[in-house]
């Protein structure tokens, strides 16, 4: 069993570096686990994420104070160092002193205890400089600084400019809210409010109406009202799209990119549970998801299925409105998911290309007085704007009723883009 909060974080980002691993299914499987207090198990999902969303930074001040490049230090020296170093750099309640000596305690328990030494003298190295981190003038120092590869800086500046890509870098970098979209076929938001301040979690109300914003975090899944289907956790990016879409009661919607559901279920409750929702995913195991959470939901106008989005499925007739939530980057959920922005650029080059061909078949399901909402959860233009404007010009029976793109440090959303296209 893993006891050690500094341990499990280096073995849960040992298994994300070096195995490809999912960061959130590592970690829980790792504390699952252990018989760490939940004290211990809390630091060891800080210095986790903390050390996963500041890795860029880590590395480049270890590599500055290491005569030897520090790609090459042996990978658990690496990952101590780095964990050390987060502590230092970042966790003003963790004395430098303390985080020196974990991490030397942890080399000499290992099979690379030789460079314990080593580690003591680079980390407290650190503790001694009087700067670490570069100005900031260019795309590669802003890389560094945020800790986010310089080709998605670059990205972000030809996007949106240099200021705004400085303070949407740094709203990253911030801890995320967790938000509820309240189920309103069973319960009003204001009930729920008032339900989990009785259980010791404070909430607001938020916008759009059946948003609630939690002021601290908590185990959602293991609450006995998540269980009786009164919430799910969803951003209030997607929550503000599904409101943009506005899909009304007895319609027919169709939901093509739907896996794991929860815009399908915030259509479900505009509908007040009436009507019908195909909400597809190419995954059966993905689609299975959708099945469980409509159970527990008590949403029985949701009909999944297994579908390829980019092809044409004659069998499912027409359709009043229909979501296009494609597959995307998801540099707007950078913030929550910081194991994204390590991904190379290559591993994006289809994505256009998909988009567009998941968006032009939608046409193919829309009757004549309906409408699509085009969304996704990244910031590129290339994939939001870009491929909106070659719908249109090759569309000419669709008009643009809605567009904008959620910015985190504006919107105090995930980063998020929708466009409402209109059967003229």
Sequence with gaps: MLANARRMAVEALLKVNNDNAYSNITLNNLLKKSDASDNDK??????????????????????????????????????????????????????????????????????EHRNSGFVNAVLR????????????????????????????????????????TI???NEFLKPSSIHLRVNTTKITPNEVVELLKEKG?????????????????ANIEKMSLYKKGYFYVQDLSSQKAVSILAPKSDERVLDMCAAPGGKTFSMACYMQNKGEIVSCDIHPHRVELI???????????????????????????????????????????????????????DDFNELEGLQYSILNNAVNYLNETGRI??????????????????????????????????????????GFFTALLQKR
């Design 167 to 169: 303070l949407l870098l």
């Design 201 to 217: 979690i404070e909430a607001v109300l938020d916008e759009p109406y059946g948003a609630v914003t939690l002021k601290v975090g």
């Design 125 to 164: 190295a650190a503790i001694r400089a009087e700067k670490l981190l570069p100005d900031g003038d260019t795309p590669k120092e802003l890389s560094v600084i945020y800790s986010c590869p310089e080709w998605i800086v670059n990205e972000f500046i030809k996007d949106y400019g240099k200021e705004q």
């Design 291 to 345: 099945k469980n959470s409509a159970t527990r939901l008590g949403l029985n106008i949701v009909n999944p299925k297994v579908n390829d989005a980019t092809k044409y499925n004659a069998d499912f007739g027409k359709f009043d409105a229909i979501l296009c939530d494609v597959p995307c980057s998801g540099f707007g959920i950078i913030g929550r998911k910081p194991d994204i922005k390590y991904k190379e650029i």
């Design 42 to 111: 809390a630091l060891a999902t800080a210095l986790f994420y903390g050390v996963l969303d500041r890795r860029i930074t880590l590395d480049y001040v270890l590599d500055s104070l290491t005569k030897t490049p520090f790609k090459k230090v042996n990978f658990f020296t690496a990952e101590v160092m780095r964990v050390g170093l987060y502590q230092i750099m970042y966790m003003d309640r963790i004395p430098n002193s303390a985080a020196v000596d974990e991490a030397v305690k942890l080399i000499k328990k290992s099979k």
């Design 373 to 414: 909402l085009y969304s996704t959860c990244t910031l590129r233009k290339s994939e939001n704007e870009q491929i909106v404007n070659k719908f249109l010009e090759e569309h000419n029976d669709f008009e643009l009723k809605y567009i904008h793109t959620f910015l985190p440090h504006i919107d105090g959303t995930d």
